[in-house]
Each structure stands twice: as structure tokens, then as C-alpha cells.
């Protein structure tokens, strides 16, 4: 595959007000070591059931006889903080060994570490490089996070980074360039983004405290599923535009911003056969091509009864419409016997070759 978003750990030093997810957020005591049992438990399964090989082939660069080139894929290891202690000895550095163990000799992998950033020392970023990780990422430049409201806090706090990365012998990602090349730099790289305006993001999923807090300013017209992190190509795996979204209990989902359900569970079965099992199904399909509103064509619901179930009132009263909401009535309405049956089938195929 191209690439896969895993959420680690729940835990987060933070408790962003614009944040997709409720779960993230700091936890003490007996709350904390939950999470960070929930991730040790099951962070071998999940590996154990990743695809043989992270590569893939590259549709956007062909070769001029009409070939592929066959490409280095990323896994994207996030959290809540993937870096906070004791997250980051006992879930992230783990992971990372583990993931290049599957992988060295697959072709290999590339090893993406997301974080706020504001924990880094120049100490993380050698472990994270002897452990082999291609890019640290970080994600927080935006208003939204406490102590970084503004440009010119933004501005020195990556200044800083910047100097504690280029000590360690990285280089800045040209992934700001808006191109796929970024892809096929070779690492050590460091990168910043965060949900400011001009950002994929920017206008804030509606999902967690970003929705409950009423910051979501996408409309009818912004289809998140269509760009980068949603579920466009996420089931045309072995080509380029395909990713998919993992939790730390192993549900996996077909975008980031997560659909009402997951399609499967990584501690169970193979993330291929959860894929492959989806394969032809109308409403997947429509997701894979970037396009809900058509998911529910096959089960009586039109275009426009899709934009209907797609309007709904924020928890601030405002008047709000966009497709992920009518996705999520899909799912709650129609959609769940379909993901068990689906799930049944793989199961009945699992014994059966048993």
C-alpha cells in the first residue's frame, strides 16, 4: 500500500479544542496505563496483520514506455502524542522496531512519526533516527494549539525545530510544494503543517471536539472524502492514492476523519482480505471514488436524498450541511448489517481454508 494512518495511542498531552477525536486527550493513573495496555496488547496483532509489502505502484509517474515504477509506501505513526513519555518507550519506539523488522527485507517502509512538536529534544530525534524513521512530521502550527496562537510564535517555534533537526542531519520535506516529489526524497526529513486556513483541514472535520465546539466551516461543496485522508483509492492497494486509517483496538477505517463504522478489525484478519472483501460493493466503491453522495444509490437513497440526510444543525445551532454527515446517517440507517455480512463472509473463507 501507499500509505497507512495509525493511531497508536490515545493519549495526548493536549486537549485541542479543534480536535477530531474526543479520546485524545491527557489520562492519569489507572485511565492511562488502560490506553497504554489497550496499545502494547495490540499493536503485534495489528503489525502481523499489515500487508506483506509497503510498496506500491506509482499510477502519477509513469514511465515513458507506459510502465510503473514501483514505490516505497509509509506508515504514519500518530496518537494523541506518539511521543509523550511513557507513550513513546513503550508504544512508538516498539512500533517503529517492529514495523522495520516486517519490512527490511519486503522492500521496505517508510516510517512517518506525527507529532505537536513540542516535545521533541534533540535526544528523541536521535532515537527516532537510529530506529530508522524517514520523516518526523510535525502538526500543530495553527491558532488551535495553546502557545502557538499567531505567526510569529509559529514562526520561532519552527525556527527551533528547524535547527534541532538540521543538527541531527535532516532535511526540510518539499511537501509544502502541494507535489507527490516530496515522496521520493530520501530521509531523514522533517516537515510542518496544522489546520490554518489554507490547509486540506482548514476548515475542520466535523468530528469530535472541533464539531461539539461548533469550528467546522466546511459546506456542502468541501468533500473531504475526495482529498487527501479521506476514502478516495483507499481500496485500490498496490497503487498509488490508497490509505487507510487504523485505531488502537485495530478497527480500520477507510479515512482519517473515520466513517460511522469501521470496515474490520486488524487484530483479527488481514487488512488486504478486509479490503478485497469490499471489492464491487456499491457503496465502497462510491467511497473509493471519492464520491458519497452516490453510496447509497443501490439501497433506494438518490443524490438527493443523500444531500437531504447531509444537513443537520451544529451543536451551536448553526445551520450545517456537508457529505460526511450524510455518510454517517448512511451508515446508522443502512450500512451496519452490510459491514457484518461482509465480515461473516471473510470468516466462513477463514475457515474454510482452515
Known sequence: MESIYWVMAWACHRKCKHCYEDRFRPYVRGAL???????????????????????????????????????????????????????????????????????????????????????????I??????????????????????????????????????????????????IASHTRKWLDEPGPLFSFFGASPDAWI??????????????????????????????ANFLNHGYSGSEVSIEPDGAVYPCCLKTKLPIGNLTEEGLIEILDSLAGDAVY???NAGQPQRMGLADGWSIETFLEKSRTTDPKGKPYANLCIGCDRFHEEVLAPRIEAAAARRRKLKVAAE
Open 202 to 231: 482548514g476548515k475542520i472535520w466535523p468530528r469530535g471536539r472541533g464539531w461539539a465546539n461548533g469550528l467546522s466551516t466546511a459546506t456542502i461543496a468541501d468533500n473531504f472524502c475526495a482529498r487527501w485522508s479521506g476514502a
Open 33 to 123: 496505563e488502560a490506553v497504554l495496555a489497550e496499545a502494547e496488547r495490540n499493536a503485534p496483532r495489528i503489525i502481523a496483520n499489515l500487508p506483506e509489502t509497503m510498496t506500491y505502484l506509482d499510477m502519477t509517474d509513469p514511465r515513458a514506455d507506459g510502465t510503473l515504477p514501483r514505490k516505497v509506501g509509509r506508515v504514519i505513526l500518530s496518537g494523541g502524542e506518539s511521543l509523550m513519555d511513557p507513550v513513546r518507550e513503550r508504544v512508538t519506539y516498539p512500533v517503529i522496531e517492529q514495523l522495520m523488522a516486517k519490512y527490511r527485507d519486503a522492500g521496505g517502509v517508510k516510517i512517518v512519526v506525527q507529532t505537536t512538536g513540542d516535545l521533541l529534544t534533540p535526544e
Open 285 to 287: 466503491e462510491a467511497l
Open 125 to 174: 530525534v536521535d532515537d527516532l533516527l537510529a530506529r530508522g524513521v524517514w520523516m518526523i512530521s510535525v502538526a500543530s502550527i495553527d491558532d488551535y494549539h495553546v502557545g502557538l496562537e499567531g505567526e510569529a510564535k509559529q514562526k520561532a517555534f519552527i525556527a527551533k525545530l528547524t535547527a534541532m533537526f538540521e543538527a541531527a542531519g535532516m532535511s526540510e520535506s518539499g
